[in-house]
């Protein structure tokens, strides 16, 4: 009778809450540590024609990275404008960006049943070859959750995660390429109580990733993550915070590849959102900085 | 025997025609797909979108306010 006024509650195992979905496991982190950086004029404006209806309109004018084979970065001014739509019911949600070189950027999200979702995410272009699209079908159980993938390129993948503890869920993920031959397999642990979350996944390609997020004020909080890729010998480690005050959102982090990222959104009025983004890189002496606006929740 | 002959041949290149023909017809089914979605998603979002309620003016398309 002593023990149970302790306050330590019995774990009921019949009755553990459901994990996240596998892709999201590093969520928080994620959040954290990458934001949207650009280099730039970005201005979006959206607009809301019902509660489920909404047209977007984004300008973009600065450059783009091209990737390189020496150290020097490439960078391609480039500007364009986009053009979007989307679609929200509570069971079907339908989003389409169409850029003005006619690249299509296509997202469905279909609730099938309670429990079964079917998701499509796809990019089509006008060139040949060069579109992509891939059909996710989610099953949420009781306290797991499952997912299959179709993609193109013969792309099969399937992934599990499954509560254990109230607070740690574990899943894994395989996959097969069809042209190439090639398969993996990865596993994920996730752990999280109030204030920390910490996750770590391994794969067969050789790549570890864990990450640790900490809440360490009501506004704010830290998160570091390590990244190790077997097959070219890549170690990455970042470091960063996440302050959230009433007008404002502040996101900076520090790498170990030398960059220094910062991005703030700054709400000016109701609707109109200021950003600013930064990225700083030591090494490859590559800065860029953009600003724009958001209008439009 | 030559009918013979050539009926057993057409028997198991029939099976392996018939696997091209379908594997053809479901590369151009894709194919046509893929255009129709290229064209067509956005008008649907924007069909599905006009037709939900409140249902908004046509006018708000295009009014940038």
Known sequence: MGEAGKGEKRVDYMNLPCPLPFEEIQREALMSLKPELFEGLRFDFTKGLNHKFSLSHSIFMGSTEVPSQSKDTIKIPTAHYEFGANFLDPKLMLVGRVLTDGRLNARVKCDLTDNLTLKINAQLTNEPHFSQGMFNFDYKGSDYRTQFQIGNNAFYGANYIQSVTPHLSLGSEVFWLGHQRKSGIGFAARYNKDKMVATGQIASTGIVALSYVQKVTEQGSLASDFMYNHMTGDVTSSFGYDYIFRQCRLRGKIDSNGVVAAFLEERLNMGVNFILSAEIDHLKKDYKFGFGMTLGE | ?65
């Open chain 2, 1 to 65: 025997m030559a009918s013979r002959v050539s009926s057993k041949g057409k028997g198991s290149k029939g099976r392996s025609r018939r696997g091209k023909c379908v594997k053809e017809w479901s590369t151009w089914a894709m194919k046509k797909a893929k255009v129709v979605a290229h064209y067509g998603f956005i008008p649907l979002i924007i069909v599905l979108g006009m037709n939900s309620t409140p249902k908004p003016h046509p006018f708000q398309l295009v009014n940038p306010v």
